[in-house]
């Protein structure tokens, strides 16, 4: 007897802000330097929400939005920031929390002589 299986959907289960926001957060912790997993998340995200809706509030067709989230697409950052923007999110950089060494800092500093 063979065990029955579900495809999983991680947007059916962000149900909250809280949720999107701390779907987002571990995606990007895990996402390293893949942009394109990221952009996977913000595709989850909008599929949580209502696309059609995300459609009309970023000025793209739903059938732009599903290709430049899809895994072939590859949107702009513009794109991505009016996803993010429309989503309700705000895309921020930030240095790493870590401190740099002391090679680090002379690096940076020999860098902009």
Known sequence: MGIKTT??????????????????EACIEEAGDDPAFIVHALSVI???RN???????TG????????????????????????????????TVQAPHTKPSNNQLHETSDAGA
């Open 60 to 91: 793209l067709t739903r059938e732009g939005l599903y290709k430049a989230l899809s895994p072939d697409g590859n949107p702009t950052f513009a794109t991505v920031a009016k996803v993010a923007k429309a989503l309700g999110l705000q895309i």
């Open 46 to 48: 909008a599929r949580a």
């Open 7 to 24: 495809r999983w959907d991680s947007a059916e289960h962000l149900e909250t802000e809280e949720d999107i926001q701390l779907y987002l």
């Open 51 to 57: 696309m059609s809706q995300l459609a009309r509030d």
